[in-house]
């Protein structure tokens, strides 16, 4: 985590330190900032005007924590506020340390979570004012940003943290589920709204919140010195034809005599998809009933790249080989489950 914290005075600075022992684990990036009067050893100089030089620390940080009056903290941050699912978490404590309260990104930024945390270790209240927290309800944005799901439309995020609060928002996962169902939530395939767990681009209520798990390894095999428009041409074409959501690609993977393969290394870097590269011999030991090829065997020394690559570290295979102008591609599920 990347953490700043800002105090406005002596006694201020003191809880400053109070904080940072209690957030700070081995690895984290932390920074302390005091008024100019204050400032040196621990803590950096403030700069003025304040909001100006928050900005930077605003987009490097993921937590933020202003010791002092909460209108400080509001003023700070106010230029930059962009988004629900960019914006860092943002604390106010009084400098006694008695209250601890998240004013941004409670749910998905994990503001109100960090509050919880921080109000145990200073003995203090947390003041959280989300309505589906303070009604013991589920926080399906909360949630998903703890188990790492892509919130498809955060309006209907919003619209169905409403609804949950008036009765039960109908849920269905095309995924095992450990544990019960959430309050505010029961079981249902259709409705006026509802919550959808699923890799595919599904839409069984009249609004739904479709919650994408980054689950599925794509498999990638080409000729030579084929083109990034060509490879992204097929991808997208796979995906778009089998109603899949892109954010549900969590990797890609070939063979390593593509580990040099420009077209392929740009395009999973477009993506932001972490590539791996195995040798045949390490694809040919996968057990499993896939799409042979005589030319691909003589080339690479394997039977097939794209569907073995795709279930490297998968558990079933869920789009076998598919040729696209010299691109092969495949689509392979790793194990997951909703835990409530």
């Given at each position: 985590?990347?953490?700043?914290?800002?105090?406005?005075?002596?006694?201020?600075?003191?809880?400053?330190?109070?904080?940072?022992e209690?957030?700070?684990?081995?690895?984290?990036?932390?920074?302390?900032?005091?008024?100019?009067?204050?400032?040196?050893?621990?803590f950096?100089?403030?700069?003025?005007?304040?909001?100006?030089?928050?900005?930077?620390?605003?987009?490097?940080?993921?937590?933020?924590?202003?010791?002092?009056?909460?209108?400080?903290?509001?003023?700070?941050?106010?230029?930059?506020?962009?988004?629900?699912?960019t914006?860092?978490?943002?604390?106010s404590?009084?400098?006694?340390?008695?209250?601890?309260?998240?004013?941004?990104?409670?749910?998905?930024?994990?503001?109100?979570?960090?509050?919880?945390?921080?109000?145990?270790?200073?003995?203090?209240?947390?003041?959280?004012?989300?309505?589906?927290?303070?009604?013991?309800?589920?926080?399906?944005?909360?949630?998903?940003?703890?188990?790492?799901?892509?919130i498809?439309?955060?309006?209907?995020?919003?619209?169905?943290?409403?609804?949950?609060?008036?009765?039960?928002?109908?849920?269905c996962?095309?995924?095992?589920?450990?544990?019960?169902?959430?309050?505010?939530?029961?079981?249902?395939?259709?409705?006026?709204?509802?919550?959808?767990?699923?890799?595919?681009?599904?839409?069984?209520?009249?609004?739904?919140?479709l919650?994408?798990?980054?689950?599925?390894?794509?498999?990638?095999?080409?000729r030579?010195?084929?083109?990034?428009?060509?490879?992204?041409?097929?991808?997208?074409?796979?995906?778009?034809?089998?109603?899949?959501?892109?954010?549900?690609?969590?990797?890609?993977?070939?063979?390593?005599?593509?580990?040099?393969?420009?077209?392929?290394?740009?395009?999973c870097?477009?993506?932001?998809?972490?590539?791996?590269?195995?040798?045949?011999?390490?694809?040919?030991?996968?057990?499993?009933?896939?799409?042979?090829?005589?030319?691909v065997?003589?080339?690479?020394?394997?039977?097939?790249v794209?569907?073995?690559?795709?279930?490297?570290?998968?558990?079933?295979?869920?789009?076998?080989?598919?040729?696209?102008?010299?691109?092969?591609?495949?689509?392979?599920?790793?194990?997951?489950?909703?835990?409530?």
């Amino acid at each position: 985590m990347k953490l700043a914290i800002f105090a406005y005075s002596r006694r201020g600075c003191g809880t400053a330190l109070r904080v940072r022992e209690a957030l700070c684990r081995p690895g984290d990036q932390c920074r302390c900032f005091a008024s100019a009067r204050y400032a040196g050893g621990d803590f950096e100089v403030i700069e003025s005007p304040c909001a100006r030089f928050t900005g930077p620390l605003f987009a490097w940080a993921d937590a933020l924590v202003f010791v002092g009056a909460a209108g400080i903290a509001v003023r700070s941050i106010a230029p930059y506020v962009r988004d629900k699912r960019t914006d860092p978490a943002v604390l106010s404590v009084d400098e006694l340390g008695k209250f601890v309260v998240p004013l941004l990104s409670g749910h998905i930024g994990g503001a109100n979570a960090l509050a919880e945390e921080l109000a145990r270790a200073l003995n203090a209240v947390p003041v959280v004012t989300t309505a589906t927290d303070i009604n013991g309800r589920f926080s399906v944005d909360a949630w998903a940003a703890r188990q790492g799901l892509y919130i498809s439309d955060m309006g209907a995020a919003k619209a169905v943290s409403a609804a949950i609060l008036e009765g039960p928002v109908p849920l269905c996962c095309d995924f095992p589920i450990e544990g019960e169902l959430p309050p505010g939530t029961a079981a249902g395939e259709s409705g006026e709204m509802g919550i959808c767990i699923s890799w595919e681009k599904r839409e069984p209520f009249a609004k739904t919140l479709l919650l994408a798990p980054p689950v599925l390894h794509l498999g990638l095999g080409c000729r030579r010195g084929t083109p990034v428009e060509a490879i992204q041409a097929a991808v997208d074409g796979v995906l778009e034809t089998r109603g899949i959501h892109p954010k549900a690609v969590k990797c890609a993977a070939s063979i390593d005599l593509k580990r040099d393969e420009a077209g392929l290394l740009e395009f999973c870097a477009r993506r932001g998809w972490p590539v791996s590269f195995y040798s045949a011999q390490e694809l040919a030991a996968l057990e499993g009933d896939f799409t042979p090829s005589e030319r691909v065997l003589r080339v690479t020394g394997v039977d097939n790249v794209c569907e073995r690559a795709a279930m490297m570290g998968a558990r079933r295979l869920v789009v076998p080989k598919t040729a696209r102008s010299g691109v092969t591609v495949a689509l392979a599920e790793e194990e997951w489950s909703a835990r409530f």
